[in-house]
């Protein structure tokens, strides 16, 4: 076996915001040392923020393929050699041959049961925490946490010559969510913890396949070990003042939430008068997609008022009582069933809908000295709440019934081992928001095989309403014009209808039932101006929808997503899909570069010098296109496939022949398939090579690209 050496740059995340802003490397790239190398840049395992360096202990799994190959050959276990250099010693199994190209892989951690790159069954790693556990946050707008072999990394080198030093990009497995919390209320508090819900699983232990890094895929190692829900607990939290706001932030396995779906947010806090919850449900009307390496921005407004935390005169409540919870029984009367969420074991399950009158959980161990909590609750009243649970062990358990209002009262009944209970209507002080019981037990290892909740409200309470708005920004062009926004209200109040009010005179909205037609006058300024509508639900937490506008002589450049609208003599853009970057004016000896780009919804910004601009003109074949570049005089000409049967170029040329003419095809979303027609050659897909920074022709894709037209 050779030896192998790892260099890894010491460089910052390589998360890249949604709607928000990109964060960038922070360090250089080594410059290689060596005959056998390979070099990363990485968001790695200990940091401060975006610092990020590597430490003591860390290693990493290595992979390597013939390039484009399925193959994969296990090279094992790197260690960490320098700590300064982020150099890392290993060994390469079997020979490689002089005349291949490979393509490298490498994981952080390193786990013995990763097969390869392409894993969908073995070698589960753990992405946020396990299923049932806690992340936790240092302060408020930190990122410090986010590290750790909990937080795995994954790279790939692509068509690396046997004798050149691969260069790896490590990226985050994980999805970052952000979310912003704004302080409504008048006073200030301290955000202790954030639950988020979403349809499928999120964290805990997954098979990992990051054959592409554009599209790593983490599937669940069972629903045993994996969670749809996920909390961050903050310490050392600073209190967030009225009008003012902070950002935390929850890493989840990368996953797409259904259009349809619902994803709830709960954020926990506390303040001078009391502690509370605002629980914030977000209702998907299009697909969203939670990328790795991503961050999703999610705004919050706390507007629940604080519960006091007293309960009247101190000498009226009663705080420890005993309670015999099998003489309770259950009275009958006129009830209906709302949307709701239970809290248990430190997750959190969502009723959807009224038609859902009961929740099972079933499994929950309860260690000696330990105790599983299920909560009851909902923002309206609650009237009463039903625990049956069902084939109990015999062991002895404790039992807490704890109230959130009335002073926090508590009543407790121990040595319990009957196997059905329930908890009545009148059995409950007024005005109760919430319901909590806890089993705790006093012997050895016991459970809870079965537990069912049952949610009742009167009837005549009703669920407060939850307004909804897409999309959350709209932009025009310094023209104007007219763009609709959805609204959903659930929980509908007969004659309250929604209110849309503009911040700023020439930004105008027009209600019609759940539909908001937004308008924006002419711009005929020479900067770009930004407004807000305030959409409102009588009973229901306020939205607010973005309005930009771009300055009038400014250049637009518009995502193509139909192929039949490109024509001769457009002026476009080539970029990366899933990344802020775009075909640069610099011709590499077998490859174009990369040059940075600002991205927003479907336009970009006005390009630098250094993105080229290219002008589409008519291929040599029938129903092809050629892409000309005019200037610099560096690359002037026609952009063309160079590629071989074993290398991936992308070169300009002054002739126009079929290697420089491209068919293209453009889905729904933008993705661009762009070939080249040239013969017998199957490198030639004009793609984006994340690894290597640059733009080149492959036989598959790399990293999909898109189409910017000028407007």
């Known amino acids: ?32 040392q060596g005959d056998f190398e390979i070099y990363a840049s990485v968001s790695r395992t200990a940091n401060d923020g975006l610092n990020t360096v590597w430490s003591t202990g860390d290693d990493l799994g290595v992979f390597h393929a013939v390039t484009d190959g399925t193959t994969y050959t296990k090279d094992g276990q790197f260690k960490l050699d320098n700590v300064e250099t982020g150099r890392f010693l290993g060994n390469v199994n079997g020979t490689l041959d002089p ?3 490979y393509d490298w892989y490498a994981m952080y951690p390193y786990d013995s049961h990763v097969p390869g790159p392409a894993n969908t069954s073995s070698g589960y790693m753990t992405i946020g925490c396990a299923a049932g556990a806690t992340q936790t946050q240092t302060g408020n707008n930190s990122l410090a946490h986010v590290a750790g072999s909990n937080y795995p990394l994954v790279g790939k080198a692509y068509a690396v010559p046997a004798g050149s030093a691969p260069a790896l990009a490590m990226t985050h497995v994980a999805s970052l969510v952000e979310f912003e919390i704004t302080n409504s209320l008048e006073e200030a508090f301290t955000v202790s913890s954030i639950q988020f819900t979403a349809p499928v699983a999120i964290i805990g232990t997954f098979y990992i396949d990051f054959t592409d890094i554009a599209n790593i895929k983490a599937e669940s190692s069972g629903a045993n070990y994996t969670s749809s829900n996920a909390t961050l607990a903050v310490t050392n939290g600073v209190a967030i003042a009225k009008g003012e706001s902070a ?6 396995a990368p996953f797409t939430a259904a259009a349809g779906s619902n994803l709830t947010v709960v954020v926990t806090a506390t303040s001078e008068s009391g502690s509370g919850a605002h629980e914030k449900a977000i209702a998907l009307t299009n697909a969203v997609e939670f990328k790795s390496g991503k961050i999703k921005n999610v705004k919050v407004n706390y507007t629940t008022p604080f519960a006091t935390s007293g309960g009247g005169n101190e000498g009226d409540v009663e705080t420890e009582v005993t309670h015999d919870f099998t003489k309770i029984s259950f009275t009958s009367w006129t009830s209906s069933y709302v949307a709701h969420t239970v809290d248990y074991d430190q997750s959190t399950v969502t009723f959807a809908s009224a038609s859902k009158q009961t929740q099972t959980i079933t499994n929950m161990p309860v260690t000696k000295g330990g105790a ?21 062990t015999t062991k002895t358990q404790t039992i807490t019934l704890k109230y959130s209002t009335d002073g926090g009262r508590t009543f407790s009944s121990t040595g319990v081992t009957s196997s059905t209970f329930t908890i009545s209507k009148e059995n409950l002080p007024e ?18 095989k079965s537990a069912t909740i049952v949610y009742v409200t009167n009837e005549a309470e009703a669920a407060a309403p939850r307004l909804s708005v897409t999309p959350y920004e709209v932009e025009f062009t310094a023209d104007g014009g007219s763009k609709d926004v959805a609204c959903t209200v659930e929980n509908e109040v007969s004659g309250v209808e929604i209110v849309a009010t503009p911040s700023e005179s020439w930004v105008s909205a027009v209600v019609s039932d759940k539909t908001i037609t937004i308008t924006a006058e002419k711009n005929t300024a020479s900067e770009a101006r930004t407004a807000t509508v305030t959409i409102a639900y009588e009973g229901a937490e306020s939205e607010t929808v973005t309005v930009k506008q771009g300055a009038a002589g400014a250049k637009v450049w518009t995502l193509v997503t139909d192929a039949s609208t490109l024509a001769v003599g457009d002026q476009i853009i080539i970029a990366a899909k899933g990344s802020n970057y775009a075909i640069s004016t610099t011709q590499n000896s077998n490859n174009r570069g990369q040059a940075a780009i600002t991205k927003s919804g479907n336009t970009l910004s006005t390009p630098s010098s250094s993105v080229q601009i290219l002008t589409v003109k008519a291929g040599s074949t029938s129903g092809s296109f ?20 074993s290398k991936n170029y992308l070169r300009t040329q002054t002739t126009l022949d079929a290697k420089a003419s491209w068919t293209v095809s453009i889905a729904a979303d933008g993705t661009a398939t762009i070939k080249s027609n040239v013969a017998n050659i199957s490198r030639n897909l004009l793609s984006y090579n994340s690894s290597s920074s640059c733009f080149a022709c492959y036989s598959s894709v790399q990293a999909a690209v898109v189409i910017y037209k000028l407007q």
Request: aromatic content about 12%.
């Open 431 to 448: 005005n109760t928001d919430a319901v909590q019981i806890t089993f705790n037990s006093t012997s050895n290892q016991v459970g809870i």
């Open 626 to 645: 050629a892409f000309y570049a005019a200037a610099p005089s560096s690359t002037v000409g026609y952009l063309y496939c160079a590629s071989t049967s």
């Open 99 to 101: 005349q291949e190209e």
């Open 372 to 392: 599983v909590t299920l909560v009851a609750k909902n923002a309206a009243t609650i009237k009463s709440a039903k625990f049956e649970c069902q084939q109990w």
């Open 1 to 32: 076996m050779k030896k192998f050496i790892l260099s890894l740059g010491l460089v910052a995340m390589m998360l890249n915001l949604t709607n928000c802003a990109q964060y960038d490397d922070v360090n250089s790239t080594v410059e290689p």
């Open 247 to 252: 950002k935390f932030y929850l890493p989840v």
